[in-house]
């Protein structure tokens, strides 16, 4: 069972470099959406989809890009990264309309921006 | 806005005791689901236990228990018996609405707890 998978795992970045991480499940979940943890700080919703083609907006949403083209898929893109990115960012997904069910997450990336 | 508060940054606990990890929420949504996540310090997110704010009774899965006092708008974990492979950041959180209109899961900072043998 490969759940949700992300890459890169780690990624060392320098200011202003853009990258992607990915991430891509298996469970044929609508709903997908990106976090980002920092110390003291919990998890912070960056963006989020319902389906493909539909995105919206979570809490920090500033730097970041999202797009949906597959119900499977759901990059996240950092366009001129900065030091205020240097994070944990998980992607987690969920059925839609199931509003009891749990987030899965994958097992995180780590990416320090220097 | 609906808000999540963990105000227990850190917790020791003796291997064997209980311990008990507070959250209180903040939401004017009559309808809305609790949750707690486990984070060991290898990092993956593990779902622990879940409350939906119509349930009659506290939710109880294996060695956790939701103490679900709605009027004080809280949702504290209840862990029996602690094992040192508890010790792990320990996360509560809220999801507003019936589906549909929200799928979001919205996290309080965390409580970090530490079983000591």
């Known amino acids: 069972n490969a759940g949700v998978t992300q890459t890169p795992k780690f990624q060392v970045l320098k200011t202003g470099q853009s990258m992607t991480l990915q991430c891509a499940q298996d469970?044929?979940?609508?709903?997908m959406s990106w976090y980002r943890q920092d110390p003291g700080m919990g998890l912070r919703l960056i963006h989020y989809?319902?389906?493909?083609?539909?995105?919206d907006q979570g809490e920090v949403p500033n730097g970041y890009n999202v797009s949906r083209s597959t119900t499977e898929d759901f990059p996240l893109r950092l366009l001129s990264a900065a030091p205020s990115q240097t994070s944990v960012y998980f992607c987690?997904?969920?059925?839609?309309?199931?509003?009891?069910?749990?987030?899965?997450f994958g097992e995180g990336s780590r990416l320090t921006v220097l | 806005a609906q808000k999540i508060t963990q105000t227990q940054p850190g917790m020791f606990v003796q291997e064997k005791e209980a311990v008990t990890l507070d959250c209180t929420y903040d939401?004017?949504?009559?309808?809305?689901?609790l949750f707690w996540y486990k984070q060991p310090s290898s990092g993956e997110m593990i779902f622990l236990i879940y409350?939906?704010?119509?349930?009659?009774q506290n939710a109880t899965e294996g060695r956790y228990s939701l103490n679900f006092q709605k009027a004080r708008k809280s949702a504290n974990l209840v862990i029996s018996a602690s094992q040192l492979g508890d010790s792990a950041m320990y996360f509560c959180?809220?999801?507003?609405?019936?589906?549909?209109?929200?799928?979001?899961?919205?996290f309080g900072t965390g409580t970090l707890l530490a079983v000591q043998p």
């Open positions: 987690a997904s969920s059925y839609w309309g199931r509003w009891t069910g749990e987030l899965f």
């Open positions: 469970m044929n979940h609508e709903y």
């Open positions: 989809s319902v389906g493909a083609g539909i995105t």
């Open positions: 939401t004017s949504d009559p309808s809305y689901g």
């Open positions: 409350q939906g704010s119509y349930d009659q």
């Open positions: 959180a809220m999801r507003e609405g019936r589906g549909g209109a929200t799928n979001k899961l919205i």
